[in-house]
């Protein structure tokens, strides 16, 4: 697998090493042991979720707050999307950065987001399976979630017109108006 630490230096593009012929293709969706050799991170992941959206849903930008910060491994099986993560970790050097990367079930990236990070993406095919794995359970009373326009953050999302946003997610707050993570 090929590893590259993203603009935000936490956060890394996963490329596994996909084998195909005129059958179809191969490839390991994850290994913990290789996983935390390639990385050097030493995780462990308590969950495993599976999202279905339309094209140009906009889901995000969510995150859990410490104690119960969640990092995420995240991929897709079907479609297109924009992946986007931002450090909401107080006293980062890159606080209130993103970085945005296209995840394909065609290219088979995967985006570790690590705790104390916000994440979100846009659908940009028909519709689009996202699979996620998390460092802690979803825990409904440390949920919060940012402004998805956010104008400090300046989001390029690839838009071309309005993004199908949930009630929730419209009602995010921005950046500067909401609980974050206490440290990097």
């Known amino acids: 697998m090929k590893v590259t630490s993203l603009a935000v230096p936490d956060v890394l593009l996963i490329e596994p090493k996909v084998f195909g012929d005129e059958r179809g293709f191969f490839f390991e969706s994850f290994n913990q042991r290789a996983f935390n050799e390639a990385t050097g991170l030493e995780v462990h992941f308590v969950q495993d ?3 279905r959206s339309a094209k ?3 889901r995000g930008l969510h995150y859990q707050r410490a104690p119960r910060a969640q990092g995420k491994l995240v991929r897709l ?3 297109e999307v924009f992946d986007v993560a931002v450090d909401i970790r107080k006293g980062s050097p890159t606080y209130g950065e993103w970085v945005g990367e296209v995840l394909s079930a065609e290219n088979k990236r995967q985006m570790w987001i690590p705790p ?4 979100g ?9 996202f699979l996620y794995k998390a460092t802690d359970y979803y825990a409904p009373a440390y949920e919060s979630g940012i402004l998805w326009n ?3 953050l ?10 199908v946003l949930s009630a929730k997610d419209a009602q995010n707050a921005p950046l500067g108006d909401g609980e974050v993570a206490s440290s990097a």
């Open 49 to 51: 979720n599976h999202s």
């Open 56 to 58: 140009n849903v906009l």
């Open 77 to 79: 099986v079907v479609g």
């Open 116 to 119: 104390g990070l916000a994440h």
């Open 121 to 129: 993406f846009l659908v940009l095919s028909d519709h689009a399976e």
């Open 150 to 152: 956010d104008p400090a």
């Open 154 to 163: 300046a989001i390029a999302w690839p838009l071309t017109g309005a993004p």
